[in-house]
């Protein structure tokens, strides 16, 4: 009896300003799984297409070389552009990029770590400043927005172009522990820009 209520007690809660160094990484492999099908969408989608039947032959004749036409999403109104599969997909990953910023203790892939996945592992050896990982969040936000901008402003290829940028950090830190955005806050860190204060409760 004792043993099944140690296996169903909860781990050792993580100390003021830090999390599990485990969480980041989990939730960036969710990520990367949904940016890159946010590029598979954004590459076969309106910000890639172009117009057919604009196409003109060029000098010489005899060659057939086949001039490709206009972008599509230079004619495409603002609701085909916000309707995208890829826009609304880097939206969606804009929005959870916000949520990981803003209310981190809420946000989607911690609480499935924490409830799901931490209580299947053994408890972690240390713990990791909670302020690198959601600085992170808020350069993968500040891309995401990037491109979904330029994406309502008629921009080609800035989506696929914003979301690839997205993916590739979040692969590095899923697959590698590598996360750009942490160094750069390690970074700015150093040169007295950012993390003057004690870390906050996450």
Do not use: H
Not at 76 to 81: I, K, L, N, T, W
Not at 154 to 182: R, T
């Amino acid at each position: 009896m004792s043993d099944r209520a140690d296996a169903a007690a909860p781990g050792p809660r993580a100390p003021r300003g830090t999390v599990d160094p485990r969480a980041p990484r989990f939730a960036a492999g969710i990520t990367s799984v949904l940016l890159l099908i946010t590029v598979f969408f954004a590459l076969t989608g309106l910000s890639t297409a172009q117009v057919p039947g604009f196409g003109s032959f060029v000098s010489p004749p005899s060659d057939l070389a086949y001039d490709e036409g206009p972008w599509a999403i230079t004619y495409a109104s603002v609701e085909q552009r916000i309707l995208d599969p890829g826009f609304l997909l880097l939206l969606l990953a804009a929005v959870l990029f916000l949520w990981g910023v803003a209310w981190p203790r809420t946000a989607p892939w911690g609480v499935l770590y924490r409830t799901a996945v931490a209580p299947r592992l053994a408890p972690p050896t240390e713990w990791e400043d909670a302020r690198p990982p959601r600085f992170a969040q808020g350069v993968g936000l500040f891309v995401s927005v990037i491109g979904l901008v330029l994406q309502l402003s008629a921009v080609p290829w800035a989506l696929p172009i914003a979301a690839a940028a997205a993916f590739i950090a979040a692969f590095l830190n899923a697959v590698f522990g590598l996360c750009l955005g942490c160094q750069l806050y390690l970074l700015l860190q150093r040169a007295g820009i950012v993390g003057r204060a004690r870390p906050a409760s996450a």
